[in-house]
């Protein structure tokens, strides 16, 4: 589950996961809408580990990171959703992640760590620890 201001109207909403998205757009006073929420065209099949949220290129709307396991080909991938800044996305860019299948999921966290505005994309598994920079 993930918090941030998708739409833009500065209010916080909330993304959450279990089988499916969830989108609830807040209202700003404590109650929320449900939306539909369906960004992940292209993945077919596997197992969702990780999702966060923030702006990882720069562009001021909010994106979201999620890290997935394809349970098929037993690889590991980190998708990229562009927010548009009004509550839409993008269709997910995948970035396949070359960790060993006992190094197992990880964690997922975006922070801007050298200040440029963009939120930087780190995965960190058992063994190893995975760093995006998104253009």
Do not use: C
């Not at 994106?63 to 980190?78: E, K, M, P, R």
């Amino acid at each position: 589950m993930t918090t941030n201001d998708f739409n833009g109207d500065g209010h916080l909403d909330v993304l959450s996961w279990r089988s499916r998205f969830t989108m609830a757009r807040g209202r700003g006073d404590g109650t929320f809408d449900l939306v539909p929420f369906t960004p992940l065209s292209g993945w077919t099949s596997g197992l969702l580990l990780a999702i966060d949220s923030a702006d990882v290129d720069g562009d001021g709307a909010v994106d979201v990171v999620v890290a997935a396991l394809d349970q098929t080909a037993v690889t590991y991938s980190v998708g990229i959703i562009r927010g548009k800044g009004n509550g839409d996305f993008a269709d997910p860019v995948w970035y396949r992640v070359f960790v060993s299948e006992s190094d197992g999921p990880g964690d997922l966290l975006l922070s801007d760590f050298d200040g440029d505005g963009r939120a930087e994309v780190i995965w960190k598994t058992k063994n190893s620890v995975a760093i995006f920079h998104v253009e």
